[in-house]
């Protein structure tokens, strides 16, 4: 392309990918950069007197508001005079700008917001962080330059919380995995040279469940359920439903019209509402299609299928399920360590013990686990479909048989 003139810089329209124009003839080193949407924008490479190159925008082009072309060739000439010297602008821009950051990043508190913002509000987890830093570390370590957080501080905060009278280890540790995110985050922007959790473990050792309702138990809960006193009938078909489908508490909670494919018979959970982040098709057995079929008048005009009954526009709060398992199971005589989770692990037994391959009841509860790693992980491409469907079916049939005993 020929030397730059306002005329062919005006003529310049956005193509599928941005794309940069030199300067040719005039500032070695001087483009336009074209975005998508037609936006130009003053780019100037040059190499440092260690001979980095380094690359530093100068502006939005405009002959009137914005940057020109004559502004754009005195600011690229100015740039290589003060190289010539020893200096580094863009280096410099680099560092006042990171050095404008770290003035709104002081204390502890600013940081975890820095955190938070980062997460977005999609992460399954945010109202339990949010518990988490609240209760747990907020009153002790929020006020903190950032700066004073120590190994030795952030030991004895966790280690306060799981030992003693009323420890509280599974707490502990989740504080423990928290604070590692949030300095982390810390030292991925720079406001942190180096965590001060680093070589820290996890304090407490966490033995996996093996709880799960016997054949008994779900006849007693399917049968007696509906008699239970202080919960909504919502709340009493979402905890049928957790059963019947195997997923958990937080995706039952969040369910809504928009997931739903209900002459298909597909439950569509998006990757933001999936533990390992990937979606997750679900099939529906007659049994789940009933249930959600008789939910759905209780929501009213709500897109959630169960909807809080304080906030139409939002789903059920997840901790509201586990309270209310909680106290239904004292009225069912189901108290023996029976939790809302021990749902999913039911629904997994049930299908290894009716013969289910376990490849599929693995694709049924969206796991990600040792029998689909490695290089099979990697070619292992086939959704079980129409085995998660049979699956689910055989499911159902077997929870119906169960109630009729």
Known sequence: MKRLTNQTILALKGQDKRY??????GVPGLSIRVTSNGRKTWTFRYRTHLGKQRCITLGQFGNKTGVGLKDARDLARGILADVSKGDDPAKEKQDARKFEQARDIRTFEDLWLSYRASQGEAKRSVAYENELWIKQISPRLGSLDINELTKARISRLVLTIGDGISGRQTTANRTHALLRQILNHGVALDYLSVSPMMALKMPYAENPRDRFLTDEEVTTFWREIDAVSNLSPPVKIALKLALVTGQRRAEVAHMSQQELNL???????????????????????DL?????????PHAGNSDYIFSSPVNRSKPIDQKALTRAWSRARKQLGLDGGVVLHDFRRTCATGLQKMGVRLEVTEAILNHKSGSVSGIVAIYQRHDWKEEKREALDAWAAYLLDLAKK
């Open 20 to 25: 940069d124009v030199p300067d040719e003839g």
């Open 263 to 285: 002459s298909e018979k597909i439950w569509s959970l998006p990757k933001e509402w999936t533990k390992n982040k990937r979606p997750h098709d679900v099939p529906l057995s």
């Open 288 to 296: 789940a299609i009933d249930s959600i079929q008789e939910a759905i």
